[in-house]
């Protein structure tokens, strides 16, 4: 159990080690915590383990970025520290991924996992994993890794308070107050400038998007169906010009946040936000053609200035 939690602590090898688990997470087989950065105290990652009948144990870790690790851990093992290693990971006996890992120590080793990956998806679809390296064979049951994903997910944003010890000895901030304080100004420069180019980028797709759907949504603007209707159809129609909105606003939200966000929630919100401009422009755009039909008088105007109501100062 001691190497396993050595293992854990230290998938994402961080110059002074990790502390923990804090808590405990425990799904199916796997079972694992929160850990912090010896250096900082501060929140590092959380992971989880499983170990299996050929002694290989089996990791798993995100950190507070939402960066995803998958690692290898074996006692026998005698890799060499630093250096990286093809494998093959074989699912179900049907999908194979080629995979670079990353040594960090004679018995562990990592491959990064990104969160919008064939790799994750397939890990987290799985019944069966086959690890291939050279000559050697291993296979593992990839029992509740559906539960298991999201329970890491929560276990992050619950651990962004979690203070861990600190190693006596461990380099500390040396930076004054206020040379903190400029950092962070620059740093707040940096993304209101990347935050108006952004914003220019987002306001041009969705400028072609919208044109777009005017084109394919013409015909279904004077039906009977709902503007949200008429506008979820429009955007199969304009997919390319849609997708590229909702990338530009992930970007957005990322650089907001001043870090990576989770694509997953913020894609959601970012794919309701696109719909919302859409319906809104398919409202608007019904309203302007009924205005303009034949019989439709336009609003009177006074004539009498006398008539006319006074400004509002």
């Given at each position: 159990?001691?190497?396993?939690?050595?293992?854990?602590?230290?998938?994402?090898?961080?110059?002074?080690?990790?502390?923990?688990p804090f808590g405990k997470i425990v799904v199916g087989n796997w079972s694992g915590g929160t850990f912090t950065n010896d250096q900082?105290g501060a929140f590092s990652h959380c992971a989880v383990s499983a170990r299996y009948k050929s002694g290989v144990t089996m990791l798993?870790?995100?950190?507070?970025?939402?960066?995803?690790?998958?690692?290898?851990?074996?006692?026998?093992?005698?890799?060499?520290?630093?250096?990286?290693?093809?494998?093959?990971?074989?699912?179900?006996?049907?999908?194979?991924?080629?995979?670079?890992?990353?040594?960090?120590?004679?018995?562990?080793?990592?491959?990064?996992?990104?969160?919008?990956?064939?790799?994750?998806?397939?890990?987290?679809?799985?019944?069966?994993?086959?690890?291939?390296?050279?000559?050697?064979?291993?296979?593992?049951?990839?029992?509740?890794?559906?539960?298991?994903?999201?329970?890491?997910?929560?276990?992050?944003?619950?651990?962004?308070?979690?203070?861990?010890?600190?190693?006596?000895?461990?380099?500390?901030?040396?930076?004054?107050?206020?040379q903190r304080r400029e950092a962070i100004e620059k740093d707040k420069a940096a993304r209101a400038e990347k935050k108006a180019l952004?914003?220019?980028?987002?306001?041009?797709?969705?400028?072609?998007?919208?044109?777009?759907?005017?084109?394919?949504?013409?015909?279904?603007?004077?039906?009977?169906?709902?503007?949200?209707?008429?506008?979820?159809?429009?955007?199969?129609?304009?997919?390319?010009?849609?997708?590229?909105?909702?990338?530009?606003?992930?970007?957005?939200?990322?650089?907001?946040?001043?870090?990576?966000?989770?694509?997953?929630?913020?894609?959601?919100?970012?794919?309701?936000?696109?719909?919302?401009?859409?319906?809104?422009?398919?409202?608007?755009?019904?309203?302007?053609?009924?205005?303009?039909?034949?019989?439709?008088?336009?609003?009177?105007?006074?004539?009498?200035?006398?008539?006319?109501?006074?400004?509002?100062?």
């Amino acid at each position: 159990m001691r190497a396993v939690a050595v293992a854990l602590s230290c998938l994402l090898a961080l110059p002074a080690g990790a502390a923990g688990p804090f808590g405990k997470i425990v799904v199916g087989n796997w079972s694992g915590g929160t850990f912090t950065n010896d250096q900082t105290g501060a929140f590092s990652h959380c992971a989880v383990s499983a170990r299996y009948k050929s002694g290989v144990t089996m990791l798993t870790s995100v950190t507070a970025n939402f960066s995803w690790l998958l690692g290898f851990s074996k006692p026998g093992w005698t890799l060499r520290t630093g250096e990286t290693l093809k494998l093959r990971l074989v699912f179900d006996r049907s999908s194979t991924i080629d995979v670079v890992a990353t040594i960090k120590s004679p018995t562990l080793l990592t491959i990064a996992m990104p969160a919008q990956s064939a790799l994750i998806d397939a890990f987290r679809k799985g019944r069966y994993l086959e690890l291939v390296a050279n000559d050697a064979r291993y296979t593992f049951a990839l029992t509740s890794t559906g539960e298991m994903l999201p329970a890491l997910v929560e276990c992050v944003k619950q651990s962004g308070h979690v203070r861990g010890p600190v190693s006596p000895g461990a380099p500390v901030d040396a930076r004054t107050d206020a040379q903190r304080r400029e950092a962070i100004e620059k740093d707040k420069a940096a993304r209101a400038e990347k935050k108006a180019l952004l914003e220019k980028t987002r306001d041009l797709i969705s400028g072609k998007m919208l044109a777009c759907i005017g084109r394919e949504g013409a015909s279904m603007l004077l039906t009977d169906e709902k503007a949200e209707v008429v506008a979820k159809a429009a955007m199969l129609f304009c997919k390319n010009d849609v997708d590229a909105l909702t990338n530009a606003t992930i970007e957005l939200i990322e650089n907001e946040e001043g870090r990576p966000a989770n694509r997953g929630a913020v894609r959601e919100a970012a794919e309701k936000r696109v719909q919302e401009v859409v319906t809104a422009h398919i409202i608007r755009t019904r309203g302007n053609m009924l205005n303009k039909r034949p019989g439709n008088p336009a609003p009177a105007q006074p004539s009498d200035p006398a008539s006319r109501p006074s400004q509002m100062l």
